[in-house]
């Protein structure tokens, strides 16, 4: 397993699995044991994709030893205040049946996040959490959390694909030191991605799959990847994307497609942060 070395000398795997939209209890436990069993060693959920439990029972399946493993879950918005980041952590690391996190996010820019980062930060410097970062930090909400706190985010969990590709964001963290990872690396398969002819036109090339082409045109931009699928041939191909290099003309032809806008909602929408504050999640 290829990993990178986080801000603070954690190493973390390159590709992950991810868990959103599994809520089945059984499905999502069956389909993180696959990705175990496949190689996978980096698992990511959250509280509010409420399947923490069912991941949890995958882990212990597996038997793999917890040391070999990289597990991430996120704090919601409802959770977003120091007293209760605590507990929500707390919450979390007992449906998990861990004893400690490898990475924990702040899942979403709204609600007392400052609160929640103290209590990461205190959380981290207790051992109970390897790493602490973000998700869907835009680059003004990302700095003003650097300059006010004292610990830098280690992870910024993004939207990044080849319709939106975050390029000047990227360039932006790698110089505060934070690593980009890609959440919806498919998009979701919005803008026909599956058969996208410039996409599908490399991935004949190379005689591999549209996906495969994706994942690797993220991780030889030095982005994290956490794809999902369902399907134990689609999780096995997914992780199959190191025997296979792109070149600078396949990376021109991706270039092209970014349409510069996001394909779920702008956080500089005010209409997003009130859908993202009024978002309860019984947890």
Known sequence: MQTVTLNNGVKMPIIGFGVYQVPD???????????????YRLIDTAAGYLNEEAVGRAIKRSGIPRKELFITTKLWVQDASYESAKLAFAKSLKKLQLDYLDL???????GD??????????????GKIKAIGVS?????????LIV???IVPAVNQIETHPFYQQAETSAFMKEQGVQHQSWAPFAEGLNNMFSNEVLASVADKHNKSVAQVVLRWLVQRGIFVIPKS???ERIIENFNIFEFELSAGDIEQIAALDTRESLFGSYLDPNV???????KVDL
Request: net charge negative; with cysteine; aromatic share 16%.
């Open 104 to 110: 924990y996010l702040i899942h979403q820019p709204f």
């Open 25 to 39: 209890a059984e499905e999502c436990e069956n389909t993180v044991y696959e990705a175990l069993m496949a190689g």
């Open 230 to 232: 369902v399907k134990k």
């Open 148 to 150: 006010h706190n004292e």
């Open 273 to 279: 942060a009130k859908m993202m504050g009024n978002w």
């Open 113 to 126: 996040y400052y609160g929640a980062w103290r209590a990461m930060e205190e959380l981290y410097r207790e």
């Open 136 to 144: 869907n930090f835009l680059p003004d909400r990302l700095m003003d």
